[in-house]
């Protein structure tokens, strides 16, 4: 069983910068970050391969880099700039079924293991 714990969450005002953290048992050959606004849906934000291949939901890219460093059982994702709609929370997810090649899957329906969520606030 993989366990995954976000940490880093915050209020910002927009314009500034969050870095989210996921601790992780072992890494899985997908790993990425979803997110959830009130009252809607959990959308992908930022995935990566086990072979670094990376792949990002358009309204972020520019803007956020994630990253994962296996020595250290983390996967981060930096958030720069960021605006009022960033405001979510935000979920730590791995897969361990993909095979698909190395652009990740971008639904929650792909994904096996997720953390509890950390709630990032981006005041106007």
């Known amino acids: 069983q993989v366990q995954l714990v976000e940490s880093g969450g915050g209020s910002v005002q927009a314009g500034g910068s969050l870095r989210l953290s996921c601790s992780y048992t072992?890494?899985?050959?997908?790993m990425g970050w979803f997110r959830q606004a009130p009252g809607k849906a959990r959308e992908g934000v930022a995935f990566?391969?086990?072979?670094?291949?990376?792949r990002y939901e358009d309204s972020v890219k520019g803007r956020f880099t994630i990253s994962r460093d296996n020595a250290k059982d983390t996967l981060s994702l930096q958030m720069n700039d960021l605006k009022f709609d960033d405001t979510a929370m935000y979920f730590c997810?791995?897969?361990?079924?993909?095979?698909?090649?190395?652009?990740?899957?971008?639904?929650?329906?792909?994904?096996?293991?997720w953390g509890q969520g950390t709630q990032v606030a981006v005041s106007s």
């Open positions: 997810a791995a897969s361990h079924s993909w095979r698909g090649g190395s652009r990740c899957p971008t639904t929650e329906g792909n994904f096996d293991f």
């Open positions: 072992y890494s899985l050959i997908c």
């Open positions: 990566i391969h086990s072979d670094g291949t990376t």
